[in-house]
C-alpha cells in the first residue's frame, strides 16, 4: 500500500474528497503553477494563516516553507512584521508554533 500523502493523513478517514481535492488539486496543480516560485508560495501562504488565525495549518506549512528555501529567519522576521497587520496575539500564537517546528 503506498504511504498516505499529509493530507489524508489528516481527513482521508473523514473526509475523502477534501484529501483528494488537497492533493489533486492544490499541491499537484496550484503549487506546481509557474507564475510564483515555491518560496513565495509559501511566504504568501505562512502569511494567510496567520492572518486567518489558523495556526494548528501552520506547522506543516512552516516545515514545507523550509523546505522550499526560507530561513527560520527569514520566518520570524515576516511574522514579526505580521504581529503589525494581522494583530499581536495572531503573530505571538504563531511563533510560539514557529519554535516547535524550529525545535524538531
Not at 503589525?84 to 495572531?90: L, S, V
Amino acid at each position: 500500500m503506498p504511504e498516505q500523502t499529509p493530507a489524508q493523513r489528516a481527513v482521508g478517514d473523514i473526509a475523502p474528497k477534501l484529501a483528494q481535492l488537497t492533493d489533486d488539486v492544490l499541491f499537484a496543480d496550484v503549487w506546481e503553477r509557474p507564475e510564483l516560485s515555491k518560496r513565495d508560495r509559501s511566504l504568501v501562504t505562512v502569511a494567510s494563516l496567520v492572518t486567518s488565525g489558523s495556526t494548528e495549518q501552520l506547522v506543516g506549512h512552516l516545515a514545507r516553507a523550509k523546505q522550499n528555501g526560507l530561513t527560520e529567519t527569514e520566518l520570524v522576521e515576516a511574522l514579526t512584521h505580521l504581529a503589525f497587520y494581522a494583530g499581536w496575539p495572531k503573530a505571538m500564537s504563531a511563533l510560539q508554533v514557529a519554535k516547535r517546528v524550529f525545535a524538531e
